[in-house]
């Protein structure tokens, strides 16, 4: 009843994280920077310390008492996830809902399963799988078969993307991704995918606090919620200092005050971006309490979002126009992905 109960949260988390996207479709008239960093603002600064302040007592004693290793190396996994979470807009954006949360998510999801036993290498900790261990064990070399499956995947949905580049028009390919870019859009998602996996490490990097909460009697269900606000504020500092910087680049500062554009709207789609955003860790949060946040959490999590992320691609026809074959390849590249998903799941039960 609990692993249910842990892939139905994930299920949700990733629902809401593969559709986060799509309220800054609604947003008119602003620069990519503005919007982003405005959703973000909802994301990493507005909404974690409000679901902290519901759901763990007094958050703001144990995040000050903590340890400042604790603290610092959360935070810091934060600024190395906030990257990532940048260039999976900027993937997004280039590639499509599809092709752009497949290459992202099919990084994000095989080092994503790896850093953890990594880092408990270098950082024994009693009852942690290193990596050592995972070579050493048959549910290990599952999981590391997994992960080469997975890359697979994520080279054949790459090529779906260089089939359909080369099938359509640049007028085509721009009707439903006005910026396509594939030769930028793969580079960002490579980097977006490899970098985003260091939130499941920012998550292990702040188990001290999500203990303590639980020691101070909060509900396990909620107990990463503290650890998400120092978490979240890596991920602000990186995207705000970016954003602000493309601001200053573009020229782009008076979309916040530009009456030609419907701003009340602008923040409102922007909020619920951000909102989304944020909610996908809010459940993760409560699937990872089930499950515990081993690799079975991890991929869960991501392949629910490539699924989501995928049928918003279908609904905005971001394939209509290209062969028979090209299609097919698309698809192929998915389910190699998910097959992946599954190898480490079965790998992480052994």
């Not at 396990?220 to 954003?243: E, I, K, M, S």
Request: net charge neutral; glycine share 14%.
């Amino acid at each position: 009843m609990q692993a249910l109960l842990g892939i139905i949260y994930h299920t949700i988390g990733g629902g809401f994280s593969g559709s986060f996207y799509m309220p800054f479709n609604k947003v008119r008239g602003w620069a990519w920077e503005s919007y982003w960093i405005v959703g973000g603002l909802f994301s990493w600064l507005i909404v974690p310390p409000l679901a902290a302040y519901l759901t763990i007592p007094d958050f703001t004693s144990i995040i000050a008492s903590a340890d400042m290793s604790t603290t610092s190396i959360t935070f810091l996994m934060g600024l190395l996830w906030g990257i990532g979470g940048l260039t999976y807009g900027l993937g997004v954006r280039f590639l499509g809902m599809s092709l752009g949360n497949s290459v992202v998510l099919g990084f994000c999801s095989a080092f994503g399963a790896l850093v953890p036993s990594i880092y408990y290498n270098i950082n024994p900790v009693p009852g942690r799988t290193s990596f050592t261990d995972m070579l050493g064990s048959q549910g290990g070399q599952l999981v590391l078969l997994g992960v080469l499956v997975c890359l697979i995947g994520i080279g054949i949905s790459g090529r779906a993307g260089m089939l359909k580049e080369a099938e359509l028009s640049e007028e085509a390919q721009k009707a439903s991704i006005k910026e396509f870019s594939l030769t930028k859009g793969l580079i960002i998602a490579v980097i977006s995918g490899i970098l985003s996996a260091f939130f499941n490490y920012g998550i292990e990097a702040g188990k001290p606090l999500a203990d303590q909460a639980v020691r101070q009697g909060s509900d396990p269900l909620f107990q990463n919620n503290v650890t998400y606000v120092v978490l979240l504020w890596g991920g602000l500092t990186t995207n705000f200092l970016w954003c602000m910087y493309l601001n200053a680049r573009n020229g782009t500062f008076g979309d916040y005050t530009n009456s030609r554009t419907p701003i009340a709207s602008n923040i409102l789609f922007a909020g619920i971006a951000g909102t989304m955003w944020f909610l996908q860790f809010f459940f993760y949060g409560m699937g990872e309490s089930k499950l515990g946040n081993g690799a079975s959490s991890w991929i869960t999590h991501m392949a629910t979002i490539i699924l989501t992320a995928n049928l918003w691609g279908l609904y905005l026809k971001e394939w209509s126009g290209v062969s028979s074959r090209t299609f097919r390849t698309f698809v192929a590249g998915i389910v190699v992905i998910l097959i992946s998903i599954v190898l480490v799941g079965i790998g992480n039960s052994l």
